[in-house]
């Protein structure tokens, strides 16, 4: 049996959360490692602090897959002497290397917000804010008739002409084309200096907003005319918002209930924390659609206010931006602890990588940093 690499479960998960869904200032992907390094076992967190790298080269892993990314903002020094240093190099003295997917493990379909709705009660829906991890361009060319099949194909083979499951798709009509050549120009039909016409063929069709480049030298390389006739539109997004990938989920819960027991039920789903689990809004408010953001949320205060939701559930919120949101008249809130809102993540990592044959190991150390609560006696 073929040894399975660090590389190989860096494809697994990246094929799941997709790089390119990452937020601009993200950094994620292989942080430190060997791709060719073979694996046995792979062991998960939420974040890699020292105790987590520690715990994870005990374990006997040779990857750790972690949400945050740990060199997320720049640093000039991993020596072993600084803090993010010696996490790297226990890492590497101990052969585990470390990888994270977060922003893009966030957006993708299933991700870390389809498993936090799942935990609280509603099935994952639409995104807040939902992400175009592919654009589509819509093409238009003109090409002599006799040329137009042999155009078609290389276009098609440089990966135009793909909707669903059909390819070689295109549109194409007749029309009459018209240029007068000038002094510098080598046409292929007609003379400099005289005004030409002759029958010609509109081909259209769409292709990923990513191979746009390739596609116009294919075209410029394959044409028949020096400078063909073509124009290329980006289109709007037109896929199913409900499968969308993006950050946050939208869903309803099976049947209303009060926002009291809406909070405690998503106390009771989530991992305890000492902070727990805290509601702004009205206690007995009844509350049924439901919008979850696992992590820091309170961007999207005004998108689920406009989404007409009951209630949201996120972390990390703020007194001010919460009370502003509620004196606009926006839904109820719930604030969890950042870290037990993502780290159930893991579980759904861990099925990723698991059909590779590895063995798999979830760290169980609370990396929240809240250690005490209090109230008056």
């Known amino acids: 049996m073929t040894a399975v690499t660090v590389q190989d479960v860096v494809g697994a998960l990246e094929a799941a959360y997709p790089p390119a869904l ?5 950094q994620v992907g292989l942080i430190c490692g060997d791709p060719a390094d073979e694996v046995t076992k792979v062991a998960f967190a939420l974040d890699c602090t020292q105790e987590v790298a520690e715990a994870a080269v005990a374990t006997g892993a040779q990857l750790l897959v972690v949400h945050h990314p740990l060199l997320l903002r720049g640093v000039h020094s991993v020596a072993a002497d600084t803090p993010k240093g010696k996490v790297i190099h226990t890492l590497l003295v101990g ?10 493990a966030d957006s993708a379909r299933p991700g870390v917000s389809d498993e936090l709705a799942e935990l609280v009660g509603i099935t994952p829906g639409r ?5 175009a991890l592919d654009a ?3 093409w238009g060319v003109h090409v002599p ?10 276009l098609f083979a440089a990966g135009a002409g793909a909707i669903g499951n059909y390819r070689e798709c295109a549109f194409s009509f007749e029309g009459t084309g018209e240029f007068t050549p000038v002094e510098g120009a080598h046409p292929t039909d007609g003379a400099v200096g005289t005004h ?3 029958d010609e063929i509109r081909v259209e069709f769409v292709a990923p907003a990513r191979l746009r480049r390739r596609l116009v030298d294919t075209l410029r390389a394959r044409h028949p005319y020096e400078e063909p006739a073509f124009d ?4 709007a997004d037109t896929g199913d918002l409900e499968r969308a990938t993006g950050l946050g989920r939208i869903g309803e819960l099976p049947e209303p209930m009060t926002l009291r027991e809406f909070t405690q039920q998503v106390a009771n789903a989530l991992p305890e924390t000492v902070w727990g689990v805290r509601a702004a809004g009205d206690p007995e408010r009844m509350v049924q659609k439901v919008a979850v953001s696992s992590g820091a949320g309170d961007s999207f205060l005004e998108d689920v206010a406009a989404l007409g939701v009951d209630v949201y559930v996120t972390s990390d919120l703020r007194h001010h931006p919460v009370d502003e949101h509620l004196r606009a008249g926006g839904p109820a809130v ?10 159930p993540w893991t579980e759904q990592a861990a099925g990723i990588v698991a059909p590779l044959g590895v063995g798999t190991e979830i760290l169980r150390i609370r990396t929240d940093p809240w250690t005490v609560s209090a109230h008056p006696e």
Request: glycine content about 2%; hydrophobic content about 50%.
């Open 22 to 26: 990452a937020e601009s200032w993200d």
């Open 334 to 343: 719930i604030d969890t602890a950042h870290w037990a809102s993502e780290f």
């Open 232 to 235: 290329v539109v980006q289109m």
């Open 145 to 154: 008739p006799e040329a137009a099949p042999a155009l078609k194909q290389a």
């Open 136 to 138: 589509v361009d819509h």
């Open 95 to 104: 052969g585990c290397a470390l990888f994270a997917a977060h922003t893009n």
């Open 127 to 131: 995104p807040i804010k939902p992400v």
């Open 196 to 198: 030409f016409t002759a």
